[in-house]
């Protein structure tokens, strides 16, 4: 049952480029949303362990409140977003330890 007491702050990512023209990435400004946690589920945390990753959180949000946004703060900590899985009106986001990659 959901229960949305959990709060996310979405930071979204720009592109831009530094005075030398080189490519950077910049955070945008965080948005608060309400969120409903989940567990993650089991085969998939096994499997991304597999492959160096942790997977850390999942969470329900609604649909029209995510705007692709790859980074998410959840209690003083920040997450990459790992995958999304969309639900009708609401999306999964399963979130993982910043900087944690797969092995080739």
Not at 44 to 72: C, N, P, W
């Amino acid at each position: 049952m959901a229960n949305w007491g959990d709060v996310l702050y979405l930071i979204p990512m720009t592109t831009g480029t530094d005075d030398a023209g080189f490519p950077t990435e910049q955070r945008g400004e965080s948005r608060l949303i309400y969120a409903n946690r989940m567990s993650v589920r089991s085969n998939e945390f096994h499997m991304a362990k597999q492959h160096g990753v942790e997977l850390q959180h999942m969470f329900e949000v609604r649909s029209i409140e995510y705007d692709f946004e790859t980074l998410v703060r959840y209690n003083d900590k920040e997450y990459d977003v790992e995958r999304t899985y969309e639900k009708g009106e609401f999306i999964e986001l399963v979130l993982k330890k910043q900087g944690d990659q797969y092995e080739a």
